[in-house]
């Protein structure tokens, strides 16, 4: 019983990405490694910008110093 946590930062990420993603990575598991997609999970969550960093910053803060 596979599960799979995505975390992404919440910038707008449509629903239908999200199943998009879900339908891959479900699809993947089952190619790969033979898994069932019915009893495959597959988690979204979003992070806030402000709660994710990236070389010691937040990435509000990053993507002002990588531009």
Do not use: C
């Not at 019983?1 to 990405?17: D, L, W």
């Not at 999200?18 to 997609?37: F, M, R």
């Not at 990236?54 to 002002?64: A, R």
């Amino acid at each position: 019983m596979p599960y799979v946590n995505i975390r992404i930062t919440e910038e707008g990420a449509t629903e239908a990405q999200k199943a998009e993603l879900i339908h891959g990575v479900t699809a993947l598991l089952q190619t790969t490694l033979n898994k069932d997609p019915n009893t495959t999970f597959v988690i979204i969550d979003e992070v806030p910008l402000s709660d994710w960093g990236i070389g010691g910053l937040p990435v509000t803060e990053f993507q002002k110093h990588s531009t």
